[in-house]
């Protein structure tokens, strides 16, 4: 049975007392659940909410990462400097990254092969665009980004990985895939990582929706046959209503 992972993305959103406050009337409302509570936090944030963090059952997560180790690039943060402050989970690829920031799947699949090198878990983010979904070609997409993303990994590191479906035009905007259509396109994801690496690999990767999330809708997606949590945008901001998204199914 695979477990339900709920992530935070706090975008470019959140100060250091903030995060603080935050984590602190989180930690008490989701204590008791049995799903899997990860906050993916600005770089400026992640030492304290990794102090607030500790002993509660609140991971914490960077919302991107470089694929060198160390050298001359300027403004980047290397996994390995990540690791050494003990965040466990990255993002890497989420559609705003390859919208403004030009990541390639090249770039995202480096990235991710750097994260296992540091023993970081990564969030690896897949979506199309509106126009895609409009001439029938999500599928094609969304399956590709995820073979692409995944390339040259073991199975082992396959497992490991955590993919978060995002259909790009549903993000920020108000707009949600039916759960039948999340559904049905994370199968297609899940299938194709079969394909690739078995059943049995296929069987246990977490695959994620995300694209306004929210406490209201939460349950009926999280419920459907595939649909392994979620990764959570502006929903994420207000304790209350992300500690009713963890505990969609209480």
């Known amino acids: 049975m695979r477990k339900k992972v709920i992530a935070g993305n706090w975008k470019m959103n959140m100060l250091p007392n903030e995060a603080i406050n935050f984590i602190e009337e989180l930690a008490s409302a989701v204590k008791?659940?049995?799903?899997?509570?990860?906050?993916?936090?600005?770089?400026?944030?992640l030492f304290y909410a990794l102090l607030t963090a500790q002993n509660t059952n609140i991971k914490i997560g960077a919302q991107n990462m470089h694929f060198e180790e160390s050298g001359a690039y300027t403004g980047e943060i290397s996994g390995k400097m990540l690791k050494s402050i003990n965040v466990?989970?990255?993002?890497?690829?989420h559609s705003e990254r390859r919208q403004y920031f030009n990541e390639t799947d090249?770039?995202?699949?480096?990235?991710?092969?750097?994260?296992?090198?540091?023993?970081?878990?990564?969030?690896?983010c897949v979506g199309?665009?509106?126009?895609?979904r409009?001439?029938?070609?999500?599928?094609?997409?969304?399956?590709?980004?995820?073979?692409?993303a995944l390339e040259g990994l073991t199975e082992s590191q396959v497992e490991n990985t955590i993919i978060a479906y995002e259909p790009i035009w549903a993000i920020g905007t108000g707009k949600t895939a039916t759960k039948e259509d999340a559904n049905n396109s994370i199968k297609a994801i899940r299938n194709k990582i079969a394909e690739i690496y078995g059943q049995t690999v296929a069987d246990r990767v977490i695959i994620q929706y995300g694209g306004s999330v929210k406490?209201?809708?939460?349950?009926?997606?999280?419920?459907m046959s595939d649909i392994d949590g979620g990764l959570v945008g502006g929903a994420s901001l207000k304790a209350d209503?992300?500690?009713?998204?963890?505990?969609?199914?209480?």
Do not use: H, M
């Not at 466990?88 to 690829?93: A, K, M, P």
């Not at 199309?128 to 895609?132: D, M």
């Not at 406490?215 to 419920?223: G, I, P, V």
């Open 32 to 45: 008791d659940t049995e799903n899997e509570v990860v906050l993916c936090v600005p770089y400026t944030d």
């Open 88 to 93: 466990e989970y990255v993002i890497i690829g």
């Open 106 to 124: 090249e770039t995202v699949n480096q990235k991710v092969k750097a994260a296992f090198q540091n023993e970081l878990k990564p969030i690896v």
């Open 128 to 132: 199309e665009t509106l126009e895609q």
């Open 134 to 148: 409009e001439t029938g070609r999500t599928e094609e997409v969304i399956t590709k980004q995820t073979e692409l």
């Open 215 to 223: 406490s209201t809708n939460a349950k009926e997606l999280f419920e």
């Open 241 to 250: 209503e992300f500690s009713k998204i963890v505990q969609f199914n209480k």
